[in-house]
C-alpha cells in the first residue's frame, strides 16, 4: 500500500482538534475505517493523494462528523497550497522540507541549468554534497570504502541532523569545489600587501567565503611614508576600499560577501576605529571588534593609562586613560551594535599551534580564530534531532558527531583552495569547526528554561561530550591516516595526545541559513519570537510558528490560528490566558533573556570548545549603556574568547522588526513581529553574515 495511515490518523486527529476536541482514540477509528474502503475501493492499486483525501471526507461525514469534515477540508486545502508553494521552487520535496527551507535552497544551494532552471532536489542536493565529500575516501582505501562513506554522510544530512557549512552545499562536486566558509587574510603595512588582499578576498567572497582582517599592523594616519615624503591615510581608510570591494563583488554571488575588521587596543588609530561606523551606512560589510588585551582590562579596572604604540615604529606615540577608551567602546555599541570585543590574550592561550604564529583575526561572526591564510570547514549538529523521550539521546549524538568530523576533514581533502597560501596553510593544521544548531528547541523538548542554571548545566555537558567524541574519532582517523603536518609542532601531545588529525575540532558558528533548511533554531540562541511573519516569495507574507510549541499546543489542546495570530503581533507568549504558565517560561524569546544569562551561556559552551563562541547578546531598545559595560565586563571574566552585543532598534535597517507591516491582502497597517527570509536568530543587523 502506497500511503502512510498514521498521516490519515494525523490529519483526522488535527480536523478534530480544529473543532475543539481532542479525541485520539476516535481518529484512529475513522483513520482505520479510510483505509478499510481504501482497500475497497482500489484493490491492490497504489491511490493518489487526492484520492485519499476524498476518502477521509467521505468516512468523515457518513460516520455524523461534519464540523470535523469541514475543518478537514479547511486543512486539505492549506495543504494542497503548501504542495503547490513549493512546487514554485523544485518540482519534488521528498524530505519533507518547510516552505522557507524550500525557499532558501532554491536561491542558494540548488543547482541550476545554464538558462538558470533548477536542476536537483534537496535529497540530490545532499547526495551531491556526500559523494563528493565521500571521494576523499578513495586516497586512503578502496572504493567500497568510498561508499559507505558517502551513505553515511547522506543519511545525517538527508535526517538533517548535521548540515555543513554554505560553501559546500554551494560547491560541492561543481566546478568551483570551493568548500570552506572561514578565511583570515594578513595585511602587512605595504600598498602592495593592502591591495593584493582586496584581491584575495574578492577571490574568497566569490567563492562563497568570509574573511577577517586585522589591520593592526598598518601605520597610523598621519605618519610620514619614507619613500615618498607622503601622509599616511591609516587602517580606517583602507577599510573603505576593501568594503567597497565587497559591495561590488555580492552584487553577483550566491549570497554577501562579509568582512571582520579587527585593530588591536594600542593602535594609535584606536579612537577613529571605534567610532567608524556611528554614521550609518558606513563599511556595511564589515563587522568589527577592538582586539582588547589583559593588560589594557585590567587597567580599565584600575582606571589607569596605557601605550599606544606606532606598529611601524615600535614606539609609543603617547597614553591614553584605558577607562576612557572602554567607555568609548561601549557607547559605540550601544549605539551601533560595533564594535564588539576579541579578547585576544584568551584566544591565544588556546593556540594550538603556537610556534607557527600568534593569532590576530577571526573569521567574520568571530567563531574562528585563524592563522594568516588559515581556513576552515564547518559544519553544525542539529541538536533538536538529538532529543528522544524528553532526553538527549547520547548514542546517537555519539554517532553524529563521529560522522561529522569524519565528513568535515574529508572536506579539506576534497577542497579547492582559492589560493596556494591558503591551501599550505590548511593543510598544515588541518583545522575543522564542528558546532551544533537547535539548542533552544533542545532545551524547551527537555523541558529545561533558557534562563535557568539546568540549561547552563546542560550546555556544558553537551559541550564536552562532543569535544570528547570529536577529539577520539580525529584521534582513530589520524592512526589510519597521519597527523596534521604541524602535530609536532603543537601542544597535542603536551596534553597526552600521540596523534591527532586535526589542530581544532570544535566551534559554535551562528548558522543562519543552514538552521532554516534545517528547520530549527539558529546556533545556541534562544527563540527570536514563537510567532511571526516572514516574507518569502517575492513579498509574500506568512505566518510562521515554532514547530516544537505548535506540537505542544495542539497535544495540549489550546492551539488556534487565533492565538498563532495573537502571539505573533508580540513574538512573546509572556501573559496569554491562553498559553499554560509553564510554556511562558519555556518559551522565552531572546529579549525576555537577562543580558547576563546570554554571557553565561556563551561561556557555558565556551569552556569546552576548541576554537570560539559566535553568540550576540541581544538587548531592548531600552537598554542602557551600563548594561552593555555589564555584558563586556562579565564576558571577560568568564573567558569569552569574544563578546557582540545589539541593542533592538539602534539601526534603521535590521533583519527583524517588531512593528507593522502593510497586509497584502487587505492593505491595512498590521503590527506583528515580521522577520527577513533568512533571519533565522541570532544577530539582527542586516551586515552579520551566516555559515
Known sequence: MGFDPQKITTAIMKAIDAVGGADGKMAKKLSDQVVEMIHSKFGGQVPGVEDVQDVVEAVLIQSGYEDVAKAYILYRQKRTELREAKKFFVPQDELKLSLNATSVLTRRYLLRDIEGNIIETPSQMFRRVARHVAAAELQHGPSTQALKAEAGF????????????????????????QLSACFVLPVEDSIRSIFDQVKNMALIHQSGGGTGFSFSRIRPRGSIIESTKGIASGPVSFMMIYDTATDVMKRGGKRRGANMGILRVDHPDILDFITAKEKEGVLTNFNMSVAVTDDFMEAVKKNDSYPLVDPH?????????ASDVFNLIVAAAWRTGDPGLIFIDEVNRHNVTPRLGSMEATNPCGEMPLLPYESCNLGSINLSRIVDEGDINWQKLEGVVRSSVHFLDNAIDVNKFPLPEIERATKATRKIGLGVMGFAEALIKMSIPYDSDQALDKAEQISAFISEEAREKSAELAEERGSFPAFAESLWESQGYRAMRNATLTTIAPTGSI???????SGI???????????????TQLVEVN???ET????????????????AKTGSVKGLEEVPSDLQGLFLT?????PERHVRMQAAFQKNVDNAVSKTVNLPSDASIGDVEKVFMLAYELKCKGIT??????????VLYMGSIIGRETGETLQYVSADPEYAGGCLRTECPTA
Open 154 to 177: 547522506y543519511e545525517v544530512m538527508a535526517r538533517l541532523q548535521f548540515v555543513p557549512n554554505s560553501p559546500t552545499l554551494m560547491n560541492a562536486g561543481t566546478p568551483a569545489g
Open 313 to 321: 615604529t615600535g614606539t609609543t606615540s603617547r597614553k591614553l586613560n
Open 515 to 521: 538552521s532554516i533548511v534545517a528547520g530549527t533554531t
Open 525 to 539: 540562541e534562544p527563540l527570536f519570537a514563537v510567532a511571526f511573519v516572514r516574507s518569502v516569495m517575492g513579498g
Open 547 to 549: 514547530p516544537v510549541f
Open 552 to 567: 505542544i499546543a495542539r497535544e495540549r489542546g489550546f492551539h488556534s490560528d487565533e492565538l498563532t495570530r495573537k502571539i
Open 590 to 594: 531572546a529579549l525576555e533573556i537577562p
Open 645 to 654: 552585543v545589539y541593542r533592538y532598534g539602534s539601526k534603521k535597517e535590521q
